[in-house]
């Protein structure tokens, strides 16, 4: 692996027991850094030799990305947003009391609101034979996320 910037070469590269086909990169990573990989010589499953595999990754910097910053709710709330059907949960420690989260990709986002009554940590759907109600789950008009920005909003079951 070559970082672009100053063409330095890292090492090295670690391979997880229980998942052979993630590569564990231990490196300090830095915002705006362009890091090359070229994978020669890798097997498949039945010990066939692969193409040549060359990749490029560009890391974001900070002043290209946005925040959300979500009042905080309900103890019981778990909170993620999603864009273009992918899923984002907030940073693990919460700043003044909010829910932030933060290095998304400017664009369209929706924040969901999942009010965890039983405090399991999951969705509960409609439980019939127990007489159990399904748990509430809110959801945002889009939130624009602009670079260099913070949103900040009120949760969903507030409004």
Do not use: C
């Amino acid at each position: 692996m070559m970082r672009s910037k100053d063409s330095t070469m890292i090492n090295p590269i670690n391979m997880r027991l229980r998942n052979p086909f993630q590569i564990i990169i231990p490196h300090s990573w830095t915002p705006g850094d362009t890091f090359k990989i070229v994978l020669t010589g890798a097997t498949d499953l039945f010990h066939a030799t692969a193409d040549t595999l060359r990749a490029e990754i560009l890391l974001n910097e900070k002043e290209n990305t946005g925040e959300i910053s979500v009042a905080r709710g309900s103890s019981s709330s778990i909170f993620w947003v999603e864009s273009k059907g992918k899923k984002f949960l907030p940073n693990a420690s919460p700043q003044d009391g909010a829910i932030v989260f933060s290095e998304l990709s400017p664009g369209e986002y929706t924040l969901f609101e999942l009010i965890d009554e039983n405090g399991n940590g999951k969705f509960d759907p409609l439980n019939v034979k127990k007489r159990h109600p399904s748990e509430r789950v809110f959801r945002s008009e889009s939130i624009t996320v602009r670079a260099n920005w913070t949103s900040e909003i009120s949760p969903p079951s507030t409004k």
